[in-house]
Each structure stands twice: as C-alpha cells, then as structure tokens.
C-alpha cells in the first residue's frame, strides 16, 4: 500500500488512543480499530505512521505490528494466548546444561544461576536442572504459578511477551524483562550463552552473525513495546 494520508493525529476514546490518518480510523489487518493503551505507545505509533514515505513497510514498524498482534490474535483468546508463552516454562533454556565439569557447564553455571535465583525468590518456586537435552518435566506447582504470572499480564504485554519467549527459548529470561530485572542486553546474552560459546572457541561466522543481531533487533523491539506499555519513567 502506498501513502496516502497527509496528516496523522491521535483521538482518545473508549479503548485508547486511536490512530487516525486524515481523520480516518486506521485498521489492524483483520479490520479492528488500531487503539492504544498509552500516550507513549500511541505517539510511538504516530511516528512510525509519520516516517512512511511512499510505501508501507511492515518491517519498519515494528511497535504498529505489535499493536495488531494484541488486537486481532491476543485479544480474542487471552487465555490460549498466555498458555503457550507460559509453556516455555516447561523446557527453559535455562535448566538444560551441559555435562558436570565441561567449561560450558561452568559458564552456564556463572550466567545462568543468578537468573534462576532469582525466579526462585520472586515467584517461590523451584526448577529441575538438567544435564542435555532429554527433557525432564518441573513441578506442576512451579508450573502453575508460572501460568498465573503469565495469565496475570496484558494483553499487549502478551504480543510482546510470546516474542521475547519465541526468540530467547527461556520464560525466566521474558519474565525478568517484564519485570525489570537486569538490562536487556545482559538478559539477551544470557539467552545467546551457547552461541557465544562456541564462536569463542570456533570463531564467528558472518551469517550466523547477522542472523543473531537480527534476532537482538526483534528482542529490542519487544522491549520497546513493553517499556511504551508503561509511566514514562
């Protein structure tokens, strides 16, 4: 679609701050009104608008998709939604090491147990470590508390939330992330522990490179859309 519109504004109204090009209610791809939950969600929105020169590109509006996602595919099932994102609880990247002794298993040790402490103590739970890959389930108790967490979020911290859990393997990580435990950098590393370590010991390669940093922008990006969720702070 190419652009149309001269002017973009915003108009408050029962569900938010809605979007508005020539005083035209924008769309979501399934046809809801495009509404947001803050001012600095929505002004962020506005710009992305704002910036489109000729034709719209999805890609370079990143917190416009993340809006559409809360609206057509979060919002008509909450519930199903927080589900799945809670279910990365069951085979966190964070519990699955490497064999007792390797240098690996130190590393992980080193970056992963402060993140696992940490979850411990704030939700009162605990979690079963794993040497390999086989997997082994965790308590049901641990697990039930994790799926009110998640279930207790909103629905465009959900959007975001499923991205964070998609691209890191690890609800522990999303959830610090919601919770501001930490710099995103720091819990983005922490997700990447295992690439890390074998460019060091291997050396990088430029595709799986790029394909990282890729993944960094689209973690940074949900980011974003959670801190824009919230008090300008």
């Known amino acids: 679609m190419k652009r149309f519109w001269k002017e973009v504004t915003l108009e408050q109204g029962t569900y938010g701050y809605a979007i508005r090009l020539d005083r035209r209610a924008v769309k979501t791809p399934t046809r809801n009104e495009l509404a947001l939950p803050t001012q600095r969600l929505a ?22 998709g993340f809006a559409n996602a809360a609206i057509d595919r979060v919002a008509p099932d909450r519930d199903a939604f927080a589900a799945a994102i809670a279910a990365y609880g069951e085979t966190d990247l964070m519990c699955y090491r490497a064999a ?17 402490d940490w979850a411990r103590r704030r939700y009162d739970v605990s979690f079963v470590v794993v040497e390999g890959i086989i997997h082994k389930p965790q308590p049901e108790a641990t697990l039930e508390k994790l799926r009110a967490v998640v279930a207790a979020r909103g629905t465009f911290e959900l959007a975001a ?13 999303t959830l610090a992330v919601v919770e501001n435990v930490g710099t995103a950098k720091e819990i983005w590393n922490a997700a990447c522990l295992d690439e890390l370590w074998q460019e060091e010991l291997w050396g990088a390669d430029y595709w799986a490179q790029k394909n990282r940093s890729d993944r960094e922008s689209d973690f940074m990006q949900a980011v974003r859309f959670l801190d824009l969720l919230g008090p300008k702070t």
């Open 161 to 173: 939330m499923a991205k964070l859990a998609h691209l890191s393997g690890s609800l522990i990580a």
């Open 100 to 116: 007792q002794g390797e240098a690996l298993a130190e590393r992980q040790s080193e970056i992963w147990d402060p993140w696992l």
């Open 43 to 64: 002004d962020a929105v506005v710009v992305e608008w704002e910036s489109v020169e000729k034709d719209i590109d999805p890609t370079q509006m990143p917190m416009t």
